[in-house]
């Protein structure tokens, strides 16, 4: 867990509101819409071919995060946040046209001494990544290749990979913090056959779940906190007191005595979420961010680092008439009113096996990496500096995996904080976390393994795509660079991090013919 620094929200006019002032569960929790596509359109790989197309456009809104707490301004996805659920089948490719639609002013606070966000640039831009896509790299979302409101992109995801729980997010170099912590991210999700077998809770029993913190003013406005100082108002981290989850302070949530499933993302810029249930109820993870475990896992809790994805079953059927909080640590985040039994109510049981998991062997691998994860206090400009072995987003790149080799990549990390590193395109397995002498590292550079190297919990132990990597330990993944050749990126989540430079570019090179 990274230290809870208090944070100073000052962007922003009036007082702060104190999200503990306000009444408890008097809102409904929303539910994003399912979008719909807009007609076919020949399949830009195969003509012969036509694939849905959906429009969703980037746009300001208004909305209402609690009964009590004026209209807030935000920025969406489709006209909500989060914006509209993109539901599509495993091997059925569509396109998306993403247009931004947005004003051309900003309304939280630029840093223009961060990488790529220079006074040079227009202040509103945005770039569209679906986290966890095995897409192309033309319709990745590179941090650079952002548009100006009035443009689009046109994006093309074959979804050739398995079911999962994927979301999208702004990306937009040096400002996608502010453009996310605006509104604008959504659910993706992936099906397949696999998880249709199932008989998993679906419909009204398959419920969406994406939670994010922020600060809000009594004018019912986003406060986003700066340093102070003006001309560098970048922070290393927000940590904020308002939690909402899908767009709503303190939401309520009728369910019925049953099974239910919860697709849950932390959309959070920087909160880690430690998830339970009020009543102490045990509950399954069935899937991590690439989808399907081996077997359903039973926790108690849930830790969920930003941009890490869990697919929970959640059994209320002994809870009739119950009202339950779900908790992260103290907070409380929203509640579950459980219906009074009904006959003929019950749900299908718990599978025992979900998908099977081909372990990526070790022996496997071609190449083995190993990264520092450093903190520094930067000469220039005096302000923390986290980066990924030392270098710098403009740095060459040094990382240029073959297609379709496996590799192992370790990171030392040599900072105190919790950092969640994602890869873009690939899905990864979690091999070990070892603890070493850190201390020694950083004075002599000498790697001193100093316990045992621990196996990732069960409920871990599925496809990854962002792995928490702890302070004192040497984590350990193991990963297939398939799909595409390229230009992608990996970086670390902590979306304050990769804003100032906690960021690399990676390249997938085809192999060479033989
Ligand atoms: Cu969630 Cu580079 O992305
Ligand atoms: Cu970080």
Redesign the pocket.
């Known amino acids: 867990m990274p230290p809870m620094a208090p944070a100073v929200p000052t962007a922003g006019v009036g007082t702060p509101l104190h999200p503990d002032a306000l009444a408890r569960f008097v809102d409904r929790l929303p539910i994003p819409p399912v979008w719909k596509a807009d007609g076919l359109r020949p399949d830009p790989r195969d003509a012969g071919k036509q694939i849905p197309l959906y429009r969703v456009a980037m746009r300001e809104i208004q909305t209402r995060v609690h009964r009590d707490v004026p209209i807030t301004r935000m920025w969406s996805y489709g006209g909500s946040v989060p914006g509209p659920i993109i539901e599509v089948h495993s091997g059925r490719g569509v396109l998306i046209e993403w247009r931004n639609e947005l004003p051309t002013q900003h309304f939280l606070p630029i840093d223009h001494t961060l990488c790529g966000a220079g006074r040079d640039r227009p202040d509103v831009r945005a770039i569209v990544?679906v986290?966890g896509a095995k897409a192309p790299p033309e319709s990745d979302g590179y941090p650079e290749e952002w548009v100006v409101p009035g443009k689009r992109l046109l994006y093309h995801y074959p979804n050739q990979q398995d079911a999962a729980t994927l979301?999208y997010?702004d990306?937009a170099m040096g400002i996608e913090r502010l453009n996310q912590y605006a509104g604008l991210f959504g659910m993706y999700l992936i099906r397949d056959e696999v998880e249709e077998a199932l008989g998993l809770p679906r419909g009204e029993h398959e419920i969406p779940l994406l939670i994010c913190d922020r600060f809000f003013g009594q004018d019912g406005q986003l406060r986003y906190s700066t340093s102070g100082a003006p001309e560098s108002p970048w922070v290393p981290e927000i940590y904020c007191d308002a939690i909402l989850v899908n767009g709503k302070l303190f939401p309520y949530l009728d369910v019925a005595p049953r099974r239910v499933r919860f697709r849950v993302v932390n959309a959070s810029n920087a909160r880690f979420y430690d998830l339970s249930f009020s009543n102490g109820q045990p509950f399954h993870q069935i899937g991590t961010d690439q989808g399907l475990l081996p077997a359903p896992v039973e926790i108690k809790s849930l830790s969920l680092a930003p941009?890490e994805r869990a697919d929970l079953i959640v059994d209320f059927s002994h809870a009739a008439g119950e009202k339950i909080v779900l908790k992260s640590l103290a907070l409380e985040l929203m509640q579950l009113r459980v219906g009074a039994a009904a006959p003929g109510g019950r749900s299908a049981p718990l599978p025992a096996k979900l998908r099977p998991l081909p372990k990526l062997r070790e022996a496997a691998a071609m190449k083995r990496r190993t990264f520092t994860l450093n903190e520094y206090q930067d000469p220039g400009s005096h302000r923390m500096l986290m980066l990924l072995d030392g270098k710098r987003w403009h740095d060459p790149v040094t990382e240029k995996p073959e297609l379709d080799s496996v590799e192992i990549w370790s990171f030392v990390n040599l900072t105190e904080d919790t950092h969640p590193i994602?890869l873009?395109l690939v899905r990864f397995q979690i091999l070990d976390r070892q603890p070493f002498d850190a201390d020694e590292y950083l004075t002599s550079g000498a790697m001193h393994l100093v316990g045992k190297a621990v196996p990732p919990a069960p409920n871990e132990a599925g496809w990854k795509d962002?792995v928490q990597v702890g302070p004192g330990l040497v984590t350990r993944i193991i990963v297939r660079f398939e799909g595409y050749a390229g230009r992608y990126?990996w970086?670390c989540?902590l979306l304050e991090h990769?804003a100032n430079e906690m960021?690399r570019p990676y390249e997938i090179v085809a192999r060479a013919p033989t």
């Open positions: 990544h986290h979301w997010h990306h941009a994602h873009h962002t990126l970086h989540h990769a960021m």
